[in-house]
């Protein structure tokens, strides 16, 4: 066995502490701990309902011209606390990062009435053949389903040849949903100072062209229906002595005095609690797969695998590849394709895929990664494991797209290879930015026609003329 780096990863317990919160919320332990907890409260209460001495829903712009937040976050979490006292719901809406992407300069929040709504596109057809009964065998209602089939759609092409010179008309279907977007200007800003090295709030709009949300709704609101831990803490102890989650619910809105202050719904109640189930299986799967790669090191000697744990104690980053990979790498690892696909699993991690060519033009699978996430950390584990499992041998060329994180970590890891976009990422921006045909038809020569240095040069002046 070659280049094994296998261990069992290790999850937390946090049975102990929700069993002791819960023994808590239920008044079996001590009067001081009582009292701490209800000073707690109140303090949390106070921290959600004022700011710096002042109800949220009266604060306008001159009272934040001497707030400094530390972070975005934070910026973030005072919008939200101000949306809930005043009764409306909020949208992340613009983000601007500094020119080296490290530093996120300007963040921008919206009302989530703000904007109309994008319209659809509708199929069309002349007048003459709605009169003749066509858009009934276009759109038609489904007595089982309450909505609206598009139904033979070569009838449409047909229509629209047909139509030709003549009027057309929409055809419009009777399903409608509920507007949402009022164009509504509310707004709030912050942009990053670095002299005092935190945000300030540069804009901040308090009026709104929609009614807001009355105080008995407001549980409702999307950005107020949040379950938060000592909540599902107090849930998941109720399951352990087989309480159902709808009467762990009716328990919690009783303890919040009503269901206007526990913060949630029983939906979004369920959804927390399946969210938990799938993080056990998630941890078991990661098990699975420890020990599967166990089974391919025994059939293999050459096979590698290498993973990393995060600090709590889960899966983070694994690579791996086998024997075949390592002999192909050593054949035709001159040119190497470096490219992630973007949480296309069920378990949201990036998948990272080492490519090559062999003689014949077929694709060979040099290695394979799963990535906690895309930062420039992450993508130097991974090319230092893939070189680690290649015997530090280096490839001529590394193809990429245009991603930075990327680009840097190449950069670190692999200083000597000569970087190339891919020329498939190239043409996607070549047809986006040059509406000429005949100039996309030059520029893709040049990338193609494999011309010498001196041709490439003349044909490269002959295209900016």
């Given at each position: 066995m070659e280049g094994i780096d296998l261990s069992t990863t290790q999850t937390e317990n946090s049975d102990g502490s929700d069993e002791a919160k819960t023994r808590d919320s239920f008044g079996n332990g001590s009067d001081d701990r009582m009292e701490?907890?209800?000073?707690?409260?109140?303090?949390?209460?106070?921290?959600c309902t004022m700011f710096n001495g002042k109800p949220y829903k009266d604060i306008e712009l001159d009272d934040l011209s001497n707030v400094v937040f530390k972070s975005v976050e934070e910026a973030e979490m005072f919008y939200l606390h101000y949306s809930v006292a005043k009764g409306f719901s909020?949208?992340?809406?613009?983000?601007?990062?500094?020119?080296?992407?490290?530093?996120?300069?300007?963040?921008?929040?919206?009302?989530?009435?703000?904007?109309?709504?994008?319209?659809?596109?509708?199929?069309?057809?002349?007048?003459?053949?709605?009169?003749?009964?066509?858009?009934?065998?276009?759109?038609?209602?489904?007595?089982?389903e309450n909505k609206q089939k598009v139904l033979h759609r070569s009838?449409?092409?047909?229509?629209?040849?047909?139509?030709?010179?003549?009027?057309?008309?929409?055809?419009?279907?009777?399903?409608?949903?509920?507007?949402?977007?009022?164009?509504?200007?509310?707004?709030?800003?912050?942009k990053y100072d670095r002299k005092k090295e935190g945000y300030y709030a540069s804009s901040f709009r308090t009026e709104h062209n929609h009614p807001l949300t009355r105080l008995v709704h407001r549980q409702f609101m999307r950005t107020n229906r949040l379950v938060k831990e000592h909540d599902i803490a107090q849930v998941n102890a109720l399951r352990k002595v087989s309480v159902g989650t709808a009467r762990a619910y009716e328990f919690?809105?009783?303890?919040?005095?009503?269901?206007?202050?526990?913060?949630?719904?029983i939906r979004d109640l369920y959804n927390r609690v399946q969210e938990e189930n799938n993080k056990l299986l998630l941890d078991g799967d990661a098990q699975c797969s420890i020990m599967w790669m166990n089974m391919k090191a025994i059939r293999d000697?050459?096979?590698?695998?290498?993973?990393?744990?995060?600090?709590?104690?889960?899966?983070?980053?694994?690579?791996?590849?086998?024997?075949?990979?390592?002999?192909?790498y050593c054949s035709y690892g001159d040119v190497l394709i470096f490219d992630s696909t973007y949480k296309t699993n069920m378990y949201?991690?990036?998948?990272?895929?080492?490519?090559?060519?062999?003689?014949?033009?077929?694709?060979?699978?040099f290695g394979s990664a799963l990535l906690v996430d895309e930062t420039e950390e992450t993508y130097n584990w991974v090319l230092t494991a893939f070189l680690a499992s290649m015997k530090q041998k280096k490839p001529v060329s590394v193809i990429t797209d245009s991603d930075e994180a990327m680009r840097k970590a190449l950069g670190n890891v692999m200083p000597e290879a000569r970087h190339r976009l891919c020329a498939w990422h190239v043409g996607k921006n070549?047809?986006?930015?040059?509406?000429?045909?005949?100039?996309?038809?030059?520029?893709?020569?040049?990338?193609?026609?494999?011309?010498?240095?001196?041709?490439?040069?003349?044909?490269?002046?002959?295209?900016?003329q």
């Open positions: 701490v907890s209800e000073s707690e409260d109140r303090s949390d209460d106070e921290q909020i949208r992340k809406y613009k983000l601007a990062w500094n020119s080296e992407n490290t530093v996120i300069i300007r963040r921008e929040m919206v009302c989530a009435r703000e904007g109309v709504r994008n319209k659809g596109k509708k199929s069309r057809v002349c007048e003459e053949d709605v009169d003749a009964g066509l858009e009934d065998r276009l759109i038609h209602k489904t007595k089982k009838d449409v092409k047909d229509s629209e040849k047909s139509c030709r010179g003549k009027k057309m008309v929409k055809l419009v279907s009777s399903r409608s949903r509920r507007l949402s977007r009022q164009k509504c200007l509310a707004q709030f800003t912050v919690l809105v009783h303890q919040a005095g009503g269901h206007e202050f526990v913060g949630f719904t000697p050459m096979f590698y695998c290498l993973f990393s744990a995060d600090v709590k104690g889960r899966l983070a980053n694994m690579f791996w590849r086998d024997g075949q990979s390592y002999t192909d949201g991690k990036p998948l990272v895929v080492f490519v090559g060519t062999n003689n014949h033009r077929g694709t060979v699978i070549v047809v986006s930015h040059l509406k000429d045909a005949g100039t996309r038809g030059h520029f893709f020569h040049l990338i193609f026609a494999g011309l010498s240095i001196e041709d490439w040069e003349t044909s490269w002046e002959y295209l900016l």
